[in-house]
């Protein structure tokens, strides 16, 4: 319990604390100023340990009474908490007024409670809190039963027929999301899908097949996510940008219901599908549109930067822009060192690799080998392990470092195996980058034979989709 607290405590913001001393003295139990020594300890400790902290207030009321003054603590905590946001949202406003309406019932003022009741339960229906509406239509019940007015009997009817509305709203929006979900993790775990035939529950389900399925705005934010990644796994990106594009307009006209920050999301995706289809106009187009809104104050500038840079990589990469890429290079560089500790686990890993990648396109493979080697180092998420190896070991390669390709061909076999990663792809580089170290003097000949590998690995759909990241039969083909 008391580390929770003393987690909640350093998770508020300066205003936040500053209105909870404020709460306290005009709310607090004046025989109870014992959580404030408490929560101003809790304020100056930021690594928690519970011996440290308790062994502070040895011998003293707190100490002595350790459990009631964590639990008032986190108590007042929450009153204070739930009373500063308050109107801080729609959401809030509307339990503030579930509040205000069950008051007004409970001291017979019936007529004032429908009024606030009807004029709130108007605003739920506007951002869609089905849950919140439900609560309403059971006030509303409730007023009319204390009433018991002629022809009730009618509306509560109505509001029956409203509540089953509402129901199959609320069946339909988790459905979809429930399958968002699923798609979501689908995407992780396979790169592409060759046949959707495989895959019946995401492209033959009656609920996707058209929009009229959705009953709700908010579940048709989910059903275009989905059609985007329907596409995406079947690489058909012309596809996925139009559909990324239509949800970004979506989104924009539902500003009432949507924050603003979910529009990012589908301008990444945006952007990934112009890079891969090579659209330089509609790239740039929205590249400008992500730049206007790098300094939202409602907006994480960090992840804003990110998407630029990581879709701008993409880009260049299947343009094949070796100016251009030295100079984004540069600026991601100069980010991840001066941002690192914004950037999720996963952004800063995939923004290396996309740097990795740009350094072996223009050939610099010193500070490829550099920058690889910090993200080995912090954790390579599973589905770039085999391109980490095979990239380091090319860079290796590129550079003649003989010595560091050999110990790093048998440690990437050991690597693969035991992660069962290994593939046709990687047991033909690691057979290349072994052979040329054995036998250096037939290098021209371990050449050509590692294009005709990769080509015949490349024209075998199945696994083509290696390839996808990096073009290792190109690199392959500009040895010989």
Excluded at 166 to 189: A, T
Excluded at 468 to 473: K, T
């Amino acid at each position: 319990m008391s580390e929770f607290v003393h987690g909640f405590v350093q998770s508020m913001t300066v205003r936040e604390r500053s209105y909870f001393r404020r709460f306290a003295k005009l709310y607090g139990d004046s025989s109870k100023k014992n959580y404030l020594l408490l929560f101003d300890h809790f304020q100056k400790v930021e690594d928690y340990d519970h011996h440290d902290i308790k062994a502070h207030f040895v011998n003293t009321p707190i100490g002595n009474n350790w459990s009631s003054e964590i639990n008032y603590l986190q108590g007042q905590l929450l009153k204070s908490m739930a009373n500063f946001h308050l109107d801080s949202s729609t959401e809030m406003k509307l339990q503030k007024s579930i509040l205000y309406i069950g008051l007004l019932i409970e001291r017979g003022f019936q007529k004032q409670a429908l009024k606030i009741l009807r004029k709130s339960k108007s605003l739920a229906y506007q951002i869609e809190d089905f849950s919140t509406i439900l609560k309403f239509i059971q006030l509303e019940e409730e007023i009319l039963f204390r009433e018991g007015v002629i022809g009730f009997t009618k509306k509560l009817e109505e509001l029956k027929e409203e509540r089953i509305d509402i129901s199959d709203k609320i069946i339909n929006l988790n459905q979809i999301r429930l399958i968002r979900e699923q798609i979501r993790e689908l995407h992780f775990s396979e790169t592409f899908i060759l046949n959707k035939d495989d895959f019946p529950y995401f492209y033959n389900n009656e609920l996707l097949e058209s929009a009229d399925k959705v009953l709700s705005i908010r579940g048709m934010e989910h059903w275009l996510y989905i059609k985007s990644i329907q596409s995406y796994l079947l690489m058909d990106f012309e596809v996925s940008q139009k559909v990324n594009l239509e949800m970004i307009h979506f989104l924009e006209k539902g500003s009432a219901i949507f924050k603003l920050s979910k529009v990012l999301v589908p301008i990444s995706n945006y952007l990934y599908s112009s890079a891969l289809i090579g659209d330089e106009v509609g790239f740039h187009k929205m590249i400008l549109k992500l730049r206007t809104m790098e300094d939202h104050p409602k907006l994480n500038k960090v992840y804003i930067t990110y998407i630029r840079l990581a879709r701008t990589l993409d880009l260049y990469y299947k343009i094949d822009d070796l100016n251009n890429t030295k100079i984004i290079i540069e600026e991601s560089i100069a980010f991840i060192k001066e941002k690192e500790s914004e950037l999720g686990v996963t952004q800063f890993s995939y923004l290396n690799f996309l740097v990795v990648r740009g350094c072996i396109m223009t050939k610099q493979y010193a500070l490829g080998i550099k920058i690889i080697n910090i993200a080995i180092k912090i954790g390579v998420l599973e589905y770039m392990m085999v391109h980490s190896r095979l990239f380091l070991l090319l860079m290796y390669f590129e550079l003649k470092w003989t010595d560091m390709l050999t110990s790093e061909v048998e440690s990437s076999y050991k690597l693969f195996k035991r992660h069962k990663v290994q593939s046709e792809l990687s047991k033909t580089c690691l057979k290349f980058f072994k052979s040329s170290v054995k036998t250096p003097h037939r290098l021209s000949l371990h050449s050509q034979k590692l294009v005709l590998k990769l080509e015949e690995i490349k024209t075998n759909p199945k696994m083509a989709i290696e390839f996808d990241f990096f073009d290792y039969l190109k690199w392959a083909k500009e040895q010989l």
